[in-house]
């Protein structure tokens, strides 16, 4: 292996850790389509995973701690977020939610999945792992 080659081979494991290192800790609170956009864009080739909610609703109250579990056992590879329709209608209204909680799976600006109501734990991992195989 020449030199050039492993020059590159490291350049992008740097590019790959930093990548890693930007990317969010904990749950991003969504405040306007700015934001989503922003984050869409910079994590094209992750997965992003957005709860949409209200504060009113008692399922979504009920599906939160389910929420960030996963998104604590997942933190290093996918990015997870909150969207108050509430807050938000315009961002609810592009992603057709008419129903909370909806969680919505994104790679690359695309809907992988959209699903109503309260995930169970199991179900929500398993999704997850398909994702990641495709």
Not at 41 to 61: G, Q, R, Y
């Amino acid at each position: 292996m020449s030199d050039n080659e492993l020059g590159k081979i490291r350049q992008k494991k740097t590019e790959m850790l930093m990548r890693l290192q930007a990317m969010p800790k904990g749950i991003v609170n969504i405040g306007n389509e700015d934001e989503l956009n922003r984050l869409s864009n910079e994590f094209n080739d992750k997965i992003i995973v957005i709860d949409f909610w209200a504060v009113w609703c008692s399922p979504c109250k009920m599906y939160a701690p389910i929420f960030e579990k996963v998104q604590q056992e997942y933190s290093h590879e996918v990015i997870f977020a909150k969207i108050n329709v509430d807050e938000n209608p315009m961002i609810a209204q592009r992603f057709g939610i008419s129903s909370i909680p909806s969680t919505t799976f994104l790679r690359g600006g695309q809907v992988l999945r959209k699903m109503v109501g309260v995930i169970n734990y199991a179900t929500f991992k398993q999704i997850l792992e398909k994702f990641k195989k495709d």
